[in-house]
């Protein structure tokens, strides 16, 4: 016996199959992983006894929600890491405000103020042009020397 599963009503057949009309409910284009298992079931329970699923079958569907599984939680921690080493990446901008950089081409100046811009950081120097963090060859602080002289 074949199933099909949708929202609109069902109507039952003399062989036993069961068809569906379309409704105007509006349906999701993918399916989740509560939406696999419902399938999964109903396939299990409608089976029939005497020519019962593959087994191999079973086993890739199963295999294949592990994987979707293990994917989706992988592009959930990538996302958290990116999120986590930008804030790390702005934090360390940051504490550069009041250094004097050397730039990758020799420019030099001391950072005035940081924009973020989609996860890059860009440094304002005093002499009013943006940077690249990525292009910062030398940073220092700028020390004020005195030269203390002594009279005997």
């Known amino acids: ?16 199959t069961t068809s569906s009309t379309s409704s105007t409910a509006s349906s999701k284009d993918t399916v989740d992983k509560m939406d696999f298992l419902k399938l999964f079931t109903k396939q299990l329970q409608y089976q029939n006894p ?3 699923m593959d087994s191999s079958n079973f086993t890739t569907q199963l295999a294949q929600f592990s994987s979707l599984e293990a994917l989706n939680s ?10 986590y080493s930008n804030s790390l990446n702005n934090m360390m901008a940051a504490n550069l405000i009041g250094k004097d950089v050397i730039m990758d081409d020799g420019t030099t100046g001391k950072i005035t103020g940081i924009s973020f811009n989609d996860g890059v950081s860009s440094l304002t120097l005093d002499n009013g042009s943006n940077v690249l963090m990525g292009n910062v060859k030398q ?3 700028t020390t004020t020397s005195s030269s203390a002289t002594t009279s005997s």
């Open 50 to 52: 005497l020519d019962p």
């Open 74 to 83: 992988i592009q959930s921690g990538i996302t958290d890491l990116n999120s």
């Open 139 to 141: 940073i220092g602080t």
């Open 1 to 16: 016996m074949s199933t099909t599963i949708n929202t609109a009503t069902s109507n039952t057949t003399s062989s036993g």
